[in-house]
Every structure is written in C-alpha cells, then in structure tokens.
C-alpha cells in the first residue's frame, strides 16, 4: 500500500481545489481542480461532515430540479438559464433549450455522483475510507508535477488537460466486448453540437507521463477492488473537468457511466440527470461524431 502522497514539489493554487466555476486558470492543468470536494467524498465519516458537504454542492452546483422545465431552482452560477416567460415554449432537443437541458444534466449527475460517494463512504470503516483518500490524492496531487505548466494557463482549454488523459485511461480499462469505439482525440473541446473542437496544444507533451502515472497508480493500490478503483477515478475525471458539457469523451467515459447503473439515481436527488435523458444526449452529440 503506498505510502502518504508526497505534497506537490511547486506551490499549488488552492483557489484551484475550490474552484467554483469552469474558468480555472491554474498551471496544474486541471488535476487539482476541486480536489476539495473528491477528497471529502471519499472520506466522509459522520453525517455532520456529509451535511457540510451537501450544503457546499448545492452552492456550487444548485440544487435538483423537479424537471427540465424548472427554472425556478437555483443552478449553477455558470449557466444560461431560461427565463420563466421562456421556458414553457422551448424546443429542449434543439438550440439554446437543449444546451440548457444538457448543461442540467451533466452538473446535476456529477453533483449526485458526488453525494453517491460520500454516502458510500459513510458505510466503511476507518481503514476502508483512508485507503479511498489515499487513493484520490495519490491520482490528483500526485499528478499535478506530472502534468503542470510552469505558467498560468492562457486558456480554458489547456484545463481539460488531466481530465483528458483521466477519460483515455479509463477507456483502456473497458471490456473489450462492451466498448463502442473510442475517439481518436480523448481531450477534445467543442460546443457539443459542432463538428470540430479544439485540443489543448500542451496534452502532447505531458499525456504518456500521465496515463503512465494513472496506470501505476492504480496497481499500486492493492486494499482497494478494481470496481471501486474505477469508480472513484471516473469521478476524479468529472470532478476535475472544468467544463463537462464542453468535453463529450469526459461526459462519456467518466459521468455517463455512473447513470447507467441499476442503482441510480441516489436517493433524494436527481430526477433529471437520468439514462433517458442522457441517451438522447449521447444521441444528439453521436451526430456530430462527439461522442
């Protein structure tokens, strides 16, 4: 079992670990980004430090929405809502009322995802929830040498650096039988809908050292099940994602599979970011080739 994670050798902006909204700028490239909420979840252990977190994720991410149409719900600070004048009329498979629809279900499933976790956590021993924070720093801060710019970054893109490389990691671990084929360029951001995106220009250098870190991480830490490993690292790669509506490989392979299992939602919290609703998702982004 791997010891305490070495701390980062540069200075990390911990602004980053709290960050709030999609516009990170930190040199670690996205792999500190809300490290704060990852670590809590996976570490939660009594209902006091769950309650803390709830009230945390619903500021950052608002709360759950009776259905696409409420607007009326507080959502998160970064998104476009409707006006209540407008929604009653808007087309929620085309234009800007499916924007809002998916951008709805991408922060409503990672805020479930999220909650998922922390209940989980409060069901282990002592024991079982340190080896899962240790598992999460050593995936993140771990990271953030191996993928870090030794300058801020100029671009929102470059961000989606690590949760880039965190979704082409877990696409190798797919069945083989069950995976659809997987796209040529996993750190691909675009407006959903369009056919062509942008990829951040610094991935090349930093992507084989950080699949590598991934991959190293992941057979060292042997007290945890390869179920559960996966699991706590497809959150990593939501979590971390500044933008997952702008990033269908992140939405893909590292939130949507949390939706397609036979225990979702989480009680108590999403009635919208549900496999109905991500199927036309994954449907409407497979036209442009962007799933």
């Not at 991410?61 to 409420?70: E, K, L, V, Y």
């Not at 085309?94 to 809002?100: D, E, K, N, Y």
Request: hydrophobic fraction near 35%; proline fraction near 7%.
């Amino acid at each position: 079992m791997p010891a305490i994670p070495p701390k980062p050798h540069t200075k990390h902006n911990h602004a980053c670990e709290k960050a709030k909204q999609a516009d990170c700028k930190c040199p670690c490239r996205g792999a500190g980004h809300q490290n704060d909420l990852l670590e809590r979840a996976s570490t939660c252990s009594n209902h006091t430090a769950y309650a803390d977190l709830q009230a945390d994720l619903r500021s950052i991410f608002g709360g759950f929405h009776r259905s696409a149409r409420d607007v009326t719900t507080h959502s998160r600070g970064a998104r476009r809502v409707p006006s209540p004048n407008e929604i009653p009329h808007l087309r929620l498979t085309v234009g800007r009322g499916a924007t809002w629809l998916e951008t709805l279900l991408v922060d409503e499933a990672l805020h479930a995802a999220l909650l998922l976790l922390a209940r989980r956590s409060l069901r282990l021993d002592d024991a079982e929830r340190q080896a899962q924070g240790l598992y999460i720093a050593w995936v993140t801060q771990s990271a953030i040498d191996v993928v870090r710019s030794p300058w801020p970054s100029t671009s929102s893109v470059d961000a989606h650096v690590w949760c880039g490389i965190v979704s082409e990691y877990l696409a190798s671990l797919s069945s083989p039988e069950c995976a659809a084929p997987h796209p040529d360029n996993f750190a691909d951001i675009r407006y959903p809908r369009k056919s062509k995106g942008r990829t951040p220009v610094s991935l090349e250098g930093v992507q084989k050292r950080g699949l590598r870190h991934l991959a190293d991480t992941f057979e060292a830490h042997e007290l945890l099940s390869r179920v559960r490993k996966i699991e706590l690292l497809r959150l990593v790669g939501a979590a971390t994602c500044p933008d997952l509506w702008s990033h269908s490989a992140a939405v893909r392979f590292c939130l949507d599979p949390f939706v397609r299992t036979e225990s979702w939602p989480p009680e108590s919290t999403t009635r919208v970011a549900v496999r109905p609703n991500f199927d036309q998702l994954r449907d409407r982004w497979s036209r442009k080739k962007n799933w």
